[in-house]
């Protein structure tokens, strides 16, 4: 069989020739412009690679910085909201903001940035049960034939945190106990405690927090001193962000009661007062960005949890001054008042 003619050999087919232009490319550079653009565009890549590898690094630590939000501000009730008990006012505003704000942090699942915290939870903690022991408070100087109001017990217990619990749901529930207590009381329905009379009892409740919280403290600090703790330990951001949180409650309570009682007249009282809320205020107010424990040897850094205590110090002597001068006289200093007066005004009318 003899192959097509076309797939014989041809023996005289000269070679093809590469074109000049081709031959001249066997030269050429390229040009800096595009080596330019091709390294700036290699680095742009090494950039984002990098950048994504520091953002995937770094935001979980900044989502835990951003989540640990501590609202330490004054209460400040609007003028159109008319509540019969200061306190109930104050303890709902309380409530409000925490279910409203950064969420209750001991809830969070273990993957959750708030889960990291330490200083949110302590101050939530504490914000909770001081308010369930002022409305505890309030409760007994409030009863309903012979027993604790039913509301304000329930929100005082509601208030209570409990091991693997949910709060929000509780602090819900005690929001709206307290806001039918106040609603009964402002018609009549519940007995209405006076700010007169809550003062000197919450005055002796904030003093007996001041003294707890300076031990808890004290023990942090002797800690350190004794080589057992750490300069910014998990216990003594607790320990400072717990008290931290009473005394804030103290204050507010304390504000709020005495924008609306009226036996602060006498100067004296008046004058003890502006030194109680001093004092709470100061305490209130401490909001370091790190917490501090140094040793007394320390240079640079204070002791955060010394200046605490010596604030808690003085809220506790000045609420225990405020009790004595609120305190009715006692009976015997009556008599005893009242005769000089007779006396006297016998005397002046047997002069000639």
Same mark, same amino acid.
């Given at each position: 069989?003899?192959?097509?003619?076309?797939?014989?050999?041809?023996?005289?087919?000269?070679?093809?020739?590469?074109?000049?232009?081709?031959?001249?490319?066997?030269?050429?550079?390229?040009?800096?412009?595009?080596?330019?653009?091709?390294?700036?565009?290699?680095?742009?890549?090494?950039?984002?690679?990098?950048?994504?590898?520091?953002?995937?690094?770094?935001?979980?630590?900044?989502?835990?910085?951003?989540?640990?939000?501590?609202?330490?501000?004054?209460?400040?009730?609007?003028?159109?909201?008319?509540?019969?008990?200061?306190?109930?006012?104050?303890?709902?505003?309380?409530?409000?903001?925490?279910?409203?704000?950064?969420?209750?942090?001991?809830?969070?699942?273990?993957?959750?940035?708030?889960?990291?915290?330490?200083?949110?939870?302590?101050?939530?903690?504490?914000?909770?049960?001081?308010?369930?022991?002022? =409305?505890?408070?309030?409760?007994?100087?409030?009863?309903?034939?012979?027993?604790?109001?039913?509301?304000?017990?329930?929100?005082?217990?509601?208030?209570?945190?409990?091991?693997?619990?949910?709060?929000?749901?509780?602090?819900?529930?005690?929001?709206?106990?307290?806001?039918?207590?106040?609603?009964?009381?402002?018609?009549?329905?519940?007995?209405?405690?006076?700010?007169?009379?809550? =003062?000197?009892?919450?005055?002796?409740?904030?003093?007996?927090?001041?003294?707890?919280?300076?031990?808890?403290?004290?023990?942090?600090?002797?800690?350190?001193?004794?080589?057992?703790?750490?300069?910014?330990?998990?216990?003594?951001?607790?320990?400072?962000?717990?008290?931290?949180?009473?005394?804030?409650?103290?204050?507010? =309570?304390?504000?709020?009661?005495?924008?609306?009682?009226?036996?602060?007249?006498?100067?004296?009282?008046?004058?003890?007062?502006?030194?109680?809320?001093?004092?709470?205020?100061?305490?209130?107010?401490?909001?370091?960005?790190?917490?501090?424990?140094?040793?007394?040897?320390?240079?640079?850094?204070?002791?955060?949890?010394?200046?605490?205590?010596?604030?808690?110090?003085?809220?506790?002597?000045?609420?225990?001054?405020?009790?004595?001068? =609120?305190?009715?006289?006692?009976?015997?200093?009556?008599?005893?008042?009242?005769?000089?007066?007779?006396?006297?005004?016998?005397?002046?009318?047997?002069?000639?």
């Amino acid at each position: 069989m003899k192959l097509p003619r076309a797939y014989e050999e041809q023996e005289h087919v000269p070679a093809p020739v590469d074109p000049t232009h081709f031959i001249s490319l066997d030269y050429a550079e390229p040009s800096p412009i595009m080596i330019g653009f091709q390294k700036a565009w290699r680095s742009l890549k090494r950039m984002l690679k990098i950048g994504a590898v520091l953002a995937l690094v770094g935001a979980y630590p900044a989502a835990v910085v951003l989540s640990s939000h501590i609202n330490d501000k004054p209460i400040d009730i609007p003028a159109e909201q008319s509540w019969a008990v200061p306190g109930i006012a104050v303890a709902i505003h309380k409530i409000a903001r925490e279910l409203e704000g950064a969420g209750w942090a001991s809830n969070r699942p273990v993957w959750h940035p708030q889960a990291r915290l330490t200083a949110l939870p302590a101050w939530q903690s504490g914000t909770a049960e001081a308010l369930s022991q002022h =409305m505890q408070l309030i409760s007994e100087l409030a009863p309903y034939e012979g027993a604790p109001d039913s509301d304000l017990a329930a929100a005082a217990r509601l208030l209570t945190e409990v091991s693997g619990e949910p709060m929000r749901p509780r602090l819900t529930a005690a929001a709206e106990a307290l806001n039918r207590f106040d609603t009964r009381a402002s018609r009549g329905l519940a007995m209405r405690p006076m700010p007169e009379e809550i =003062m000197p009892q919450e005055l002796a409740l904030f003093a007996g927090w001041a003294a707890e919280d300076r031990a808890a403290l004290s023990d942090q600090i002797n800690a350190l001193q004794e080589g057992g703790g750490w300069p910014a330990s998990k216990d003594d951001i607790t320990a400072f962000y717990r008290a931290k949180a009473r005394a804030h409650v103290a204050h507010e =309570m304390f504000a709020a009661n005495a924008d609306k009682a009226y036996n602060l007249s006498n100067t004296a009282i008046l004058v003890a007062a502006d030194r109680a809320e001093t004092a709470w205020g100061r305490a209130a107010e401490m909001k370091p960005i790190l917490v501090s424990n140094q040793s007394d040897s320390a240079v640079l850094n204070p002791n955060h949890l010394a200046s605490m205590a010596y604030f808690l110090l003085e809220a506790e002597v000045a609420s225990r001054h405020l009790i004595e001068l =609120m305190a009715p006289p006692a009976a015997d200093e009556v008599i005893e008042e009242t005769s000089v007066a007779q006396t006297d005004e016998a005397a002046e009318v047997a002069l000639p």
